[in-house]
């Protein structure tokens, strides 16, 4: 019975796990708060992180059905994430484990992700190539088997999330831009504008987006009789979303082609995003890949995936983490 705890960003969430499956798994997210400054203020994330943690955690153990003394390990995100977040729930989960006198293990947020597709089907796991997309990170991996994996690539610059989130504000959506794209990309033509796809042709399984975020900009200067007509802008959205797809399923089938594995999994919030779904549906199915997506409660940040984890971990074999250790929020897996 593992205690979990996640706040390296803008969401506080707590979960319960116990062999291998989430018994509660409670998030409280900030985005209507950050929603006002257009992308997550660290200093407020902390304090709302604080505010209600105590809260969060009271519920994730009444959801379960279980008291604090019945816990046999705790775990923490470690990194990466915004330092001051990270700090909050680390050391709340450092101090949980030290007055309950229980394994602590501290877990990379990217490495969760990772294995989240697998939540619930451990027993079915093959060698696979995964992509890991969100706004703060874009990676490829090879799984060669659990807890065994190689990073391919990653973001060079910005993150895919990152760039439907700025492209959005030039466009003059709420933040998140991400899913109010997605919903005015469903009536848009995705070839009325064609914006450009970097990287794409690269052997190399890195990523780079900052270059259609400015292509976007300087679109959008040229153009800005598009913002007043709606059906324009659900246009420029389908075209934006063309291209961060386009290069995110090219790059994760070429890597999946070159590395002979059979399977694809992907995780991470932009893994919620419709036509990065079907796309890759649609790629595996022609290329005769079995696709393994992260369930959508579990591609945002959430604790059950990085219970999950810790659990995978301990029954591996892996020594529980130092309670004197610090968090790390550039932890990037390798």
Known sequence: MILAVETSCDETSVAVVREGAILSNVVSSQVALHAEYGGVVPEL?????????PSVARTALAEARISADELDAVAATQGPGLPTALLVGFK?????????????????????????????????????VSLIVSGGHTILALVKSELKHQVLGSTVDDAAGECFDKAGKLLGLVYPAGPEIDRLAEQGDPNSFDFPRPLIADPDD???????????????????????????????????????VDVLVTKTIRAARRTAVNCVTASGGVTCNRALRRQLENACRKNGFTLRLAERSLCTDNAGMIGILAERKLLAGNSP??????????????
Not at 45 to 53: P, S, V
Not at 207 to 232: A, M
Not at 321 to 334: F, K, N, R
Request: aromatic share 12%.
């Open 206 to 244: 890195d990523f780079s987006f900052s270059g259609l975020k400015t292509s976007v900009r300087y679109f959008l200067r040229d153009n800005p009789h598009l913002l007043n007509e709606p059906q324009k802008i659900r246009d420029v959205c389908a075209g934006i979303q063309a291209a961060i």
């Open 92 to 128: 709340a989960a450092q101090a949980a484990a030290y007055a309950l006198r229980k394994p602590f293990v501290g877990i990379n947020h990217h490495e969760a992700h990772l294995y989240s597709p697998w939540i619930g089907h451990f027993d079915a796991f093959v060698p696979n």
């Open 45 to 53: 994330a902390a304090r709302e992180h604080l505010r209600n943690f």
């Open 321 to 334: 983490t130092p309670l004197d250790v610090e968090i790390e929020p550039g932890w990037q897996i390798s």
